[in-house]
């Protein structure tokens, strides 16, 4: 086997060297073993297929032939009907170049179209094409036919008279890896992001199928909905057929959005007679390829840290998520079950692909098995979002719906191109118990002789094992020196937080002053740019500023400053500036008519304000008042607290909040409803510059924790219980994290004794001179 690889890799170096850059050479050798493996395995069956292929045209099926019965006579899976064969057209080459290529078009043309599309993808005619006009087509022919080199399924005889053993499609299928291996090695920049490596497959096949191995069910459907190049579901096959499943019973089916990486996973299949119809090539997250099918199992390694911001714009119709699947049943703080859009930030969708295998899992009366997901993803998928986003929702929805069995934390630099920390999540709607188990084997590997990328260490076959059995055993343990793996085991609730906000009132110190009024007439989202628009053009702001736009546009950019379209209309809009000049001039007649005296008490200088507004007759809304009065204010803690509302007492709100939230009325001044001695109830307006938010364990009471954790520090502080949250957020840190133990200080000052030593009593000199 070593030999072949050997011969293979050669042609890379000695024909396609000054022709394709480097990392350009996979793309041309690849399809290139691939074809030389399909030409040998149809070469027994090629007259058959001729003949049937003229019986079909001569009963005028040209336009539609019977591709099964010409795969029936080629006793494969694919079927070529030229007049080619790889040796033929190396035998009956010509000195034209124009001659050879157009023979080889018409030989890759005559295809069955499952390996014309693996070709398509490779992009594989236009290097074809490069090849030719470099005089480089009938060399790379030549060395792949090469007598030495036998791809075929049986044995031959070499020049030398040295016999060469027949290869197998599993022998095919490996030397077919190890070339994948060596190109993505030597590609490392691009590699990781399409391959995972094999130390790290193998991990998660034992962890999604030891466990069930004496209850496979009879047909095993395998998923990747980001296969890249197919290495999940190979080693997932490989795997099943070491515990001696027949392959006629594993079903595989991915979806890979890169077309090189999509040709590479679908020419391995073809290569090891694996059927490859199971793979499609598309966008996972815009197209439900499989929306009509559920599978056994899945193992995937998808994107992480990756933009589907242009994604997003397929699956939405304005703020209309169309996409059920990544819509969810979750419950509010209130116990009402709501659907829920639960896509996370456009910067990453990796959390979306975990939603695509809850979709695409069997239910419990399909296969009473269940369904068992390995699922790769970093550090982000743990704890990004707060409570009420994306990420925390599709969370919560794993762990309250009891679909995370374990989380498993890799060794950093295990990938290729990235050194960052990674975490498998293992899922399964089939589980013994409502535990989650946290396993941290970031210390469980051998280092590599040489890095690849990022890439320097592997998980040994022993630290794969003593994972497994951790997490087969649901085992809590401490890293030791013969076990690398510590694991503890938690309840889903423990990873779930209320997201309470706390309040503070508002309080305002007011006083009228002819420099804040005037501040009113500039835009206060824009306030500097608007003032040096008045600045310059004076009174032409409010007449019209249409024939100044371009020196305006010019000032812009010669200053860095960016505006949306919307914004710049706003900025030069006459109508905006003559009502901010009239709520301005408004406010200099209510600092003559109420004076410019200071109160401390905000809702005395309102009350003044609104009978002003009266006597004057100007008519103000109250949202316009309230911009005059702002403007005039501060804030100061020694002020008195801003009026929100004042309820009667017989206000239906107070009986319908307690009842929702089930609270006793004594306690409703800590939920801000302070009531008074006529019996009515003031809220006070929060001041948002003062509002902090408290993450409470949902095993604690709320109440119970804002008395022990807030109240002592800030008395005046209430709970705004009715934008609660819940949120969910799993920290390995947190759980596993271990601080490096602090030095003695006998150890520092022997330190210290010791440089001083080595500078000849400066230290000690130095001292004496204080």
């Known amino acids: 086997m070593e030999q072949l690889i050997a011969l293979i890799w050669n042609i890379a170096d000695d024909v396609l060297r000054d022709v394709f850059l480097r990392g350009q050479y996979r793309d041309v050798i690849l399809p290139m073993v691939v074809l030389r493996r399909l030409d040998a395995l149809l070469e027994p069956t090629k007259e058959a297929v001729e003949q049937e292929y003229k019986s079909q045209i001569e009963a005028g099926l040209a336009d539609n032939i019977d591709e099964e019965a010409l795969k029936d006579e080629s006793k494969q899976t694919y079927y070529n009907i030229s007049k080619w064969t790889l040796n033929r057209l190396k035998n009956q080459s010509s000195d034209n170049n124009d001659i050879n290529y157009a023979n080889f078009i018409e030989y890759l043309n005559g295809y069955s179209e499952n390996v014309k599309d693996v070709l398509k993808n490779f992009e594989f005619y236009a290097k074809v094409k490069k090849l030719a006009d470099n005089d480089r087509l009938i060399s790379i022919i030549e060395r792949i036919t090469d007598p030495r080199l036998n791809l075929t399924d049986r044995p031959a005889i070499d020049p030398d008279g040295l016999p060469l053993p027949a290869v197998s499609n599993l022998q095919m299928g490996t030397l077919f890896e190890e070339?994948?291996?060596?190109?993505?090695?030597?590609?490392?920049?691009?590699?990781?992001?399409?391959?995972?490596?094999?130390?790290?497959?193998?991990?998660?096949?034992?962890?999604?199928?030891?466990?069930?191995?004496?209850?496979?069910?009879?047909?095993?459907?395998?998923?990747?909905?980001?296969?890249?190049?197919?290495?999940?579901?190979?080693?997932?096959?490989?795997?099943?057929?070491?515990?001696?499943?027949?392959?006629?019973?594993?079903?595989?089916?991915?979806?890979?959005?890169?077309?090189?990486?999509?040709?590479?996973?679908?020419?391995?299949?073809?290569?090891?007679?694996?059927?490859?119809?199971?793979?499609?090539?598309?966008?996972?997250?815009?197209?439900?390829?499989?929306?009509?099918?559920?599978?056994?199992?899945?193992?995937?390694?998808?994107?992480?840290?990756?933009?589907?911001?242009?994604?997003?714009?397929?699956?939405?119709?304005?703020?209309?998520?169309?996409?059920?699947?990544?819509?969810?049943?979750?419950?509010?703080?209130?116990?009402?079950?709501?659907?829920?859009?639960?896509?996370?930030?456009?910067?990453?969708?990796?959390?979306?692909?975990?939603?695509?295998?809850?979709?695409?899992?069997?239910?419990?009366?399909?296969?009473?098995?269940?369904?068992?997901?390995?699922?790769?993803?970093?550090?982000?998928?743990?704890?990004?979002?707060?409570?009420?986003?994306?990420?925390?929702?599709?969370?919560?929805?794993?762990?309250?719906?009891?679909?995370?069995?374990?989380?498993?934390?890799?060794?950093?630099?295990?990938?290729?191109?990235?050194?960052?920390?990674?975490?498998?999540?293992?899922?399964?709607?089939?589980?013994?118990?409502?535990?989650?188990?946290?396993?941290?084997?970031?210390?469980?590997?051998?280092?590599?002789?040489?890095?690849?990328?990022?890439?320097?260490?592997?998980?040994?076959?022993?630290?794969a094992d003593d994972i497994v059995r951790i997490y087969m055993n649901r085992t809590e343990c401490e890293a030791n020196d013969d076990v690398r793996i510590s694991s503890k085991i938690f309840d889903g609730d423990d990873f779930r937080y209320y997201s309470v906000q706390i309040e503070r009132p508002l309080r305002l110190r007011c006083r009228f002053s002819a420099v804040k009024c005037d501040e009113l007439l500039f835009d206060s989202s824009m306030m500097e740019l608007s003032k040096w628009l008045y600045q310059t053009y004076g009174d032409k702001v409010f007449s019209g500023l249409e024939a100044e736009v371009t020196d305006i546009k010019e000032y812009l950019s010669e200053n860095e400053l960016k505006l949306t379209d919307k914004k710049f209309a706003t900025l030069v809009s006459a109508k905006k500036w003559q009502e901010r000049r009239a709520l301005q001039q408004a406010a200099m007649k209510f600092m003559h008519k109420v004076g410019t005296a200071e109160y401390d008490d905000y809702n005395l200088f309102l009350a003044l304000n609104q009978k002003a507004n009266k006597e004057l007759g100007l008519k103000l809304t109250a949202a316009q008042l309230k911009n005059i009065l702002r403007t005039n204010a501060v804030q100061d803690p020694t002020a008195k607290p801003v009026i929100a509302k004042v309820l009667k007492a017989k206000n239906k709100d107070i009986p319908a909040f307690l009842a929702t939230y089930g609270i006793d009325e004594s306690l409703l001044p800590d939920y801000g409803y302070y009531r008074q001695t006529d019996g009515t109830y003031v809220t006070y307006e929060a001041d948002s510059d003062l509002r902090d938010t408290e993450k409470i364990p949902v095993k604690e009471d709320i109440w119970e924790y804002v008395q022990r954790e807030v109240k002592p520090y800030v008395a005046e502080a209430w709970i705004n219980l009715p934008v609660t949250k819940i949120g969910c957020e799993i920290s390995f840190n947190k759980y596993f994290y271990k601080p490096a133990k602090l030095r003695s200080l006998e150890e520092n000052e022997r330190d210290i004794l010791d440089l001083d030593r080595q500078s000849q009593g400066f230290i000690e000199s130095l001292l004496k001179m204080m």
């Open 179 to 463: 070339l994948l291996r060596r190109f993505n090695e030597e590609n490392n920049e691009e590699a990781g992001e399409h391959f995972t490596p094999r130390d790290v497959i193998e991990l998660l096949a034992k962890m999604v199928f030891e466990p069930v191995k004496d209850n496979l069910p009879k047909i095993i459907s395998l998923y990747d909905p980001a296969c890249g190049s197919g290495g999940m579901l190979t080693e997932g096959r490989d795997y099943l057929l070491n515990m001696g499943v027949i392959p006629n019973a594993i079903q595989m089916y991915g979806t890979e959005v890169n077309p090189e990486t999509y040709a590479i996973c679908k020419s391995d299949f073809i290569i090891k007679g694996v059927d490859p119809e199971g793979m499609h090539r598309g966008n996972t997250i815009t197209e439900n390829h499989f929306h009509n099918k559920q599978f056994g199992y899945m193992l995937t390694n998808p994107p992480y840290g990756k933009s589907w911001k242009e994604d997003k714009k397929k699956i939405y119709h304005d703020k209309d998520l169309l996409d059920a699947r990544f819509n969810l049943k979750l419950t509010n703080f209130i116990g009402e079950e709501e659907i829920v859009d639960s896509t996370p930030r456009t910067s990453d969708g990796q959390l979306l692909f975990i939603l695509e295998e809850v979709d695409k899992m069997k239910s419990l009366e399909a296969q009473p098995q269940g369904s068992r997901v390995a699922s790769i993803h970093n550090g982000s998928s743990l704890f990004t979002g707060d409570a009420g986003s994306g990420e925390s929702n599709i969370r919560r929805y794993l762990i309250e719906n009891n679909l995370v069995d374990a989380i498993v934390q890799l060794p950093n630099n295990i990938f290729y191109n990235t050194g960052i920390s990674t975490y498998v999540w293992l899922l399964s709607n089939h589980k013994q118990d409502r535990k989650v188990q946290l396993i941290d084997a970031s210390k469980a590997f051998d280092k590599l002789r040489k890095n690849l990328g990022s890439r320097n260490c592997e998980v040994a076959p022993k630290d």
